[in-house]
Structure formats: structure tokens, C-alpha cells
């Protein structure tokens, strides 16, 4: 095993960890909608903007397979095959696309990233490509066109915004103090 | 045996090291200098963790950057929390024996005896983050113990323990048949030492009998304006 | 957080092989999104019923499997109320039910241990070698890393307190994290140091044993 594969498998354990850490956090309501938002769709934007895209995507299948194989490491304790199977499954096989997505524009946008674009990228991998696959999901398993399980989803996308920000002045800080993806 | 032959170390424009040649042959050799001098890349060349950037290392004649030497030299890190990969105890001393082609049953047989050498049975089935700072770093060593290497590197493994443990750590030290290399500032321990090395500004500044090294560095410290 | 809510066991549905139980599991679910019917969901529910009978899963367990999605299909009634009938709302709040119970079934009498091991091994089946290992050590190593991640989130936390700081949370995470890779970077070269491979001399029996 190569010094760089061994480093590679390490991050990826780590970022899966991180994931699991982020579950223990209860989550917050927001004022307005009434709506619980947890903190772990900010470890998928994280690991993506922090590993880039293939290390990003690989630590949330990893994750995953923990979570399958029945520990209970998503937010309130939730682990299990139930639930790829309940209404937001699709938003949990949507985190591997997701962090990609952050990934591969983190790394585009590289030599001159800045708040701004690290912030569109997690708009747009951890929002707009998490919410393109979420959101068919629900409509198909519970029998409800695309337009309702669009509406339904909504309150749910401040939060989001909210966490984009935080994972974007993460993602900013630490590619300045402690790179890794320039660093390969 | 150990050999360096005017190995220096670069990192970027910073020199680390500067043309160090010497031979370990002494079965205790400790290593003493003050932080940033280059002693913990020094420990670090010894078992092909860092590669010179011109000049040699050999261990038992054979150039480190031909022949990795990690099956011959153990080496223990500063922090063991750095070390300990596997969850649980018991995991955690298999792992460095995965690829070593011996059994599963052979691995646990190898394991035992270790934990039960050291009076440490017990703590076979504990998991690894729920152990003490002495119990982590007895844990790491004996991680590089069930290897059986030849000869094994401590980077400063007193540094993080308390008084009871370091008394329990420098005490299995005492009944080891390798080769040791201690890097610490630990000046008692380093005083026990067959031979110290005294690191400073990147070049060895002294070099012989344990309590003669000490008692220059002691002075040279004492008499430094600060 | 660790554990998972294995209830112990020696039935049947216990012993059965783990990847057997995934492929079933599979199976059962595509099954029941194909067959539209209140005949087919019903003799899905009744197998798992037995199923669950068998396993001697505690009726409190069978709810706490069901919970937390208990809201979301709440939802899901409301939603098919206004948009078919009430009658088509409870078909598709109790399919999901059926499928969460019977993923949970699988959690609920399987190890986690030794589902991880199926999986492992399947992979071996498919992968060289070496891959096998790596996702190994993978997660072996997350699971590790998980009290290792909660300590040093501790420790900065703890730290910016002392030092009068508030708990935002990016002054938490971004410490958390750099920290978090400092040690895993760490961790990796303890694991070249601690990985001879048989190319590498020793660590094999050699005649020199510790005595």
C-alpha cells in the first residue's frame, strides 16, 4: 500500500467519522418554519470542499455502509437499512452525489477560491443536485407528484443556506491553513 | 547497527539536518536536544519514515531508501492516540501483523503472549479510546513489540504520562532484549542510557557517556541568556 | 453511540446467514413496489409478522423501529387524503411501514460485526485483494476515528471557552477539523510504520523471538 493510498483511506475513515460526530448534535429548529435542521448535511458539503470529489464521495458511501450495517450514527440515532427505505432515502444516497459535486467545483474553482464560489458550490452540490435526487425519491415512494414533494421540501432549504455559509468559511479557512487538496 | 553517512535533511528551504554521520552499535542510545533541533527527524530516519535528502542510512548494512527497514525497526510515536488504528485492543496489536503472513489463530496466540508478558491480559477486549494515557502508550509499545523487531525508536515516551506511569513504561523498557533508541528530555531516563546523542542546530554537539552528556547540556542550558 | 439495537438471539432468523437476510430484504422491497395491492401488502405484512414472531423481537422494539419516521408518515397521510382517498393513504403509509419494519428485522438480529464482515467478504469476492483490505481499514479506522473526532471537538470546545470565546459554530468547527487532520495525517504514517510488508524483512518468525 502506497504512503499516498494509506493517507487517502485515513481522510476518507476521518470525514465518515466527522459525519457521525455531526449526528450527535440535536438538531436545531428554526424560528420561522418550525422545521428541525440537523447538522450532518454539513459534513457532506465539508467533505467534498475539504477532500475534494472522489475522497468526499467515497467517505459518504463509507458512512453509509455504517449506517446499513445497522449503527445508529444519523441524527437522533437513526441507523439501519430502514431508513435508505423511508420517504428521505433518496437524500441519503444523495450525499455520495452530493459531496462529489462540492468536490469537483471546490476543485475547479481551486487556485482562487474565496467565500464566494465556495459558497455557490455548496449551494449547488449540497442543495440544488442534493434536492434534485431527494426530492423524485419521496415523490415516487410516497405516491405524490414531483411538484408536492418540491413544496414539501422547501421549509427545509434555509437551513440549508444557512449551513452552505458555515461549510463555505470552513472550507475557505482551512484550504488556506491546512490544505489537502492541493496537496496530492 | 544503525550507520548514518553525512545525511542531510531539506524541507523546502529549511535545512533540518546538517551532514550527520554517526554509528549506533550500543544497545540503549538515547537521544537529547531542545525542540525544532532536528532530533525528531533524526529518530524518524531510522526506520525510512524520512528519507535523507543527500547522504546515507543503513540498518545492518543496507541502505534505507533500497530496502525499507520498517520489518527491523520498530518505532513508537510521541502521541499514542497517533498510533492506535483499531478500535479495540486486541485489534489493535493484530494489526501490524495482517500482512506478515502468519494465521488468524497464530496472530491471537503472538498477541497473548505479549499482553500477558507485560501483566496487561485484561486489557485485551477494552476498546482503545476508553484506556488511560499510560495505558494507551503501554498499548502502542506493545503494538511494535508483536512485531519482534530488532531495534525500536521511542519518540519522547514519557513526555505525556504521569509520574506512576513513566515509573511503569521506563520499567518494561528495563526488561527489553532490542536495541533501543529513546529521543526524550526526560534527563533521567536519558541518563540510564548506554550512550546519549546531544542534538543542537541541527548537527550532533555531543556525543559519549550518558551522565557526562547530560550534566554539558544542563550547563549549556543554565548559562544560555534568555 | 455506538451500538447498535441488536436484540440477541439463537432463532432461525438469527442464524441466517447475513447477506442472505440483505438479498431477501432487497427482494421483499421490490417486491412490494411492484405489486400495488392491499393482497400482496397484506401477505407481506403477515410474513413479517411471523418473521418477527419467530425472531421474539419485544413488541416495544418493533414501535421504536417505526418512530422516528412516524412523523414524516403522518405527512405522507395527510398529502394522499387530499389528493386520492383516505383508503390510499393508509395503503402507502403502511407500505412504508412494512419495509421499515422489515429493514429493521435485518438490524434487529444481525451484529453489526458480523453484517460488516458480510459485507467484506462479498467485496472480496468482486475485488482484488487489496481493495478488500483497504475498505477494511477503512472502517475500522471510522470507527476509531469517531470518539477520536468527539475528543478533540471536546478539547476545542473546552478551549475557546477558557478563553472567553462563544461557541459559534465556526469557531468550533474550523479548529475541530485542521486538528482533526493534523492527527489523521499522523495516524497514517503510524500505519506505514506499523505495516512491514513481507518484503520488509522480520515481523515473521525468525528465531528472534522476545524471550
Redesign the interface.
Known amino acids: 500500500?502506497t504512503?499516498e493510498?494509506?493517507?487517502d483511506?485515513?481522510?476518507?475513515?476521518?470525514f465518515?467519522?466527522?459525519m457521525?460526530?455531526l449526528g450527535?448534535f440535536p438538531p436545531i429548529t428554526l424560528p420561522l418554519v418550525g422545521v428541525p435542521i440537523t447538522a450532518q448535511s454539513?459534513g457532506v458539503m465539508?467533505a467534498g470542499g475539504?477532500l475534494g470529489a472522489r475522497r468526499g464521495a467515497l467517505a459518504m458511501v463509507?458512512?453509509l455502509?455504517?449506517v446499513a450495517?445497522?449503527?445508529?450514527?444519523l441524527s437522533?440515532?437513526?441507523?439501519?437499512?430502514?431508513?435508505?427505505?423511508?420517504?428521505?432515502g433518496g437524500f441519503l444516497v444523495g450525499w455520495i452525489v452530493a459531496a462529489f459535486v462540492v468536490g469537483l467545483m471546490v476543485e475547479r474553482f481551486w487556485p482562487r477560491l474565496g467565500h464566494v464560489n465556495a459558497f455557490a458550490a455548496c449551494v449547488f452540490g449540497g442543495i440544488v443536485v442534493l434536492y434534485a435526487i431527494g426530492i423524485p425519491w419521496i415523490a415516487f415512494?410516497?405516491?405524490?407528484s414531483i411538484a408536492?414533494a418540491f413544496v414539501?421540501s422547501m421549509p427545509f432549504v434555509p437551513g440549508d443556506v444557512i449551513k452552505a455559509v458555515?461549510a463555505a468559511?470552513?472550507i475557505v479557512?482551512?484550504a488556506r491553513?491546512?490544505p489537502?487538496i492541493v496537496s496530492r | 547497527m544503525i550507520q548514518l553517512e553525512g545525511v542531510t535533511v531539506r524541507k523546502g528551504d529549511t535545512l533540518i539536518l546538517d551532514a550527520i554521520s554517526v554509528t549506533l552499535t550500543e544497545r540503549r542510545i538515547g537521544i537529547i536536544g531542545a525542540n525544532g533541533s532536528g532530533k525528531s527527524t533524526f529518530a524518524r530516519l531510522l526506520n525510512g519514515l524520512e528519507r535523507p535528502t543527500t547522504g546515507t542510512v543503513r540498518v545492518d548494512g543496507q541502505p534505507t531508501d533500497r530496502k525499507s527497514p520498517l520489518g527491523k525497526v520498530g518505532f513508537v510515536f510521541q502521541n499514542p492516540d497517533n498510533q492506535i488504528v483499531m478500535p479495540l485492543v486486541d485489534e489493535d496489536l493484530a494489526f501490524g501483523l495482517r500482512k506478515s503472513g502468519l494465521s488468524k489463530f497464530e496472530i491471537g496466540a503472538r498477541v497473548r503472549s505479549h499482553l500477558d508478558r507485560f501483566g496487561l491480559t485484561h486489557l485485551s477486549e477494552r476498546r482503545t479510546h476508553e484506556l488511560s494515557g499510560g495505558e494507551k502508550q503501554l498499548v502502542a509499545l506493545i503494538g511494535v513489540l508483536v512485531m519482534e523487531p530488532a531495534i525500536i525508536v521511542l519518540d519522547e515516551p514519557t513526555t505525556l504520562l504521569d509520574l506512576r506511569n513513566r515509573r511503569i513504561l521506563v520499567s518494561f523498557l528495563d526488561r527489553l532484549d532490542q536495541t533501543l533508541i529513546v529521543v526524550s528530555h526526560d534527563l533521567e531516563l536519558m541518563a540510564s542510557m548506554d550512550r546519549l546523542i546531544w542534538i543542537d542546530e541541527r548537527r550532533i554537539r555531543g556525543d559519549g557517556d550518558a551522565g557526562d552528556i547530560v550534566r554539558a547540556y544542563r550547563e549549556a542550558i543554565a548559562t544560555e541568556p534568555c | 453511540m455506538l451500538t447498535s439495537d441488536y436484540v440477541p438471539g439463537d432463532s432461525a432468523v438469527h442464524r441466517a446467514r447475513p447477506l442472505i437476510k440483505v438479498g431477501l430484504l432487497f427482494v421483499f422491497c421490490t417486491w412490494l413496489f411492484l405489486q400495488e395491492g392491499w393482497l400482496s401488502l397484506s401477505v407481506a405484512g403477515m410474513a413479517l409478522a411471523a418473521l418477527l414472531a419467530v425472531a421474539r423481537i419485544p413488541p416495544r422494539m418493533v414501535f421504536a423501529a417505526v418512530r422516528p419516521a412516524l412523523w414524516v408518515l403522518g405527512l405522507i397521510f395527510l398529502a394522499q387524503l387530499f389528493l386520492a382517498d383516505w383508503r390510499f393513504a393508509g395503503f402507502v403509509v403502511l407500505r412504508f411501514a412494512v419495509m421499515i419494519l422489515a429493514a429493521s428485522l435485518l438490524t434487529l438480529t444481525t451484529r453489526t460485526s458480523d453484517l460488516v464482515e458480510a459485507i467484506e467478504g462479498a467485496l472480496s469476492q468482486f475485488l482484488p485483494q487489496r481493495s478488500a483490505e483497504a475498505i477494511s481499514l477503512a472502517l475500522s479506522l471510522c470507527l476509531r476515528f469517531i470518539p477520536r473526532v468527539r475528543d478533540i471537538f471536546d478539547e476545542v470546545k473546552n478551549a475557546q471557552r477558557a478563553r472567553g470565546l462563544g461557541t459559534s459554530w465556526r469557531a468550533l468547527v474550523t479548529p475541530t477539523i485542521v486538528r482533526a487532520l493534523k492527527s489523521a495525517d499522523e495516524i497514517a504514517r503510524a500505519i506505514v510504520a506499523r505495516s512491514p510488508g513481507p518484503a520488509d524483512g522480520p515481523a515473521m518468525p525468525d528465531g528472534r523471538h522476545v524471550r
Not at chain 1, 483511506?9 to 476521518?14: K, P, R, T, Y
Not at chain 1, 450495517?69 to 450514527?73: D, I, M, Q, T, V
Not at chain 1, 437499512?81 to 423511508?86: C, D, P, Q, W, Y
Not at chain 1, 415512494?141 to 405524490?144: F, L, Q, R, S, V
Open positions: 500500500m504512503n493510498k494509506t493517507r483511506i485515513v481522510l476518507i475513515a476521518l465518515a467519522a466527522i457521525a460526530v450527535v454539513l465539508l475539504i463509507l458512512f455502509v455504517l450495517a445497522g449503527l445508529p450514527l437522533g440515532g437513526r441507523g439501519g437499512f430502514a431508513v435508505f427505505l423511508g420517504p428521505s415512494a410516497a405516491e405524490i408536492q414539501g458555515i468559511t470552513v479557512t482551512v491553513s491546512y489537502v
